[in-house]
């Protein structure tokens, strides 16, 4: 990481809690990206360990004052989310489909919605791969903002799906158990 002149604490993009977020952040986004190596049972378990300790680590991110002048760059495209859905789909395979009543469409019907464990989790990369990028390779200014736009998109949107996700995960988890048995 390029942080010549910061040193722990000194700089709010230096906070304890923000290099932890950026470590689990690291750790799911490498992890996601390995996927198409993983058998389904390894896969999930060990989502079911990055994933609350990802959101844990979310909600600590601090409360940053956003800078409108600093422009940030997506380095995620469309190629790399793909990549990580269908890999993922591929290792869920005829789990990867689940029923949720926690998604914007829901205000227009009365019974739960389809959606999947790989769109979530390759909507929770996109954003997590992002952050990391600029975090990684920017000066204090954008990864100042780097941490608003991440803080304000766990609060509004891949949040939820981080705990949608894990309920599917924990069915997944838990009915291979009991099959297994």
């Known amino acids: 990481m390029k ?8 700089s709010p993009v230096m906070q304890r809690d923000v ?3 950026v470590t689990v952040a690291v750790q ?22 990055l994933l609350p300790l990802l959101y844990l680590k979310g909600i600590l991110l601090p409360e940053m004052e956003p800078n409108d002048e600093v422009e940030l760059v ?3 495209t469309e190629e790399n ?5 269908n890999n993922v ?20 019907s009365e019974s739960p919605i389809l959606v999947t464990v790989s769109e979530n989790l390759a909507d929770i990369y996109q ?3 992002n952050f990391v990028s600029v975090y990684r390779d920017g000066t ?3 990864m100042s903002q780097a941490i608003v736009v991440c803080k304000e998109n766990f609060e509004t949107y891949w949040g939820q799906r981080l705990v949608n996700v894990m309920r599917a995960l924990h069915e997944v988890r838990y009915s291979l158990r009991l099959n297994e048995e």
């Open 89 to 108: 789909a591929l290792v869920m395979g005829e789990k990867d489909d689940y029923l949720d009543v926690f998604v914007e469409d829901m205000k227009y």
């Open 28 to 49: 799911c986004c490498a992890y996601l990206e390995s996927a198409e190596q993983k058998e389904r049972v390894e896969f999930v378990d060990t989502m079911l360990k």
């Open 127 to 129: 954003d997590l791969k």
């Open 19 to 21: 290099l932890e977020f």
């Open 81 to 85: 989310y793909d990549i990580i859905r």
């Open 74 to 76: 997506d380095t995620v």
């Open 3 to 10: 942080m010549e002149g910061m040193q722990l604490g000194t």
């Open 140 to 142: 204090e200014e954008t």
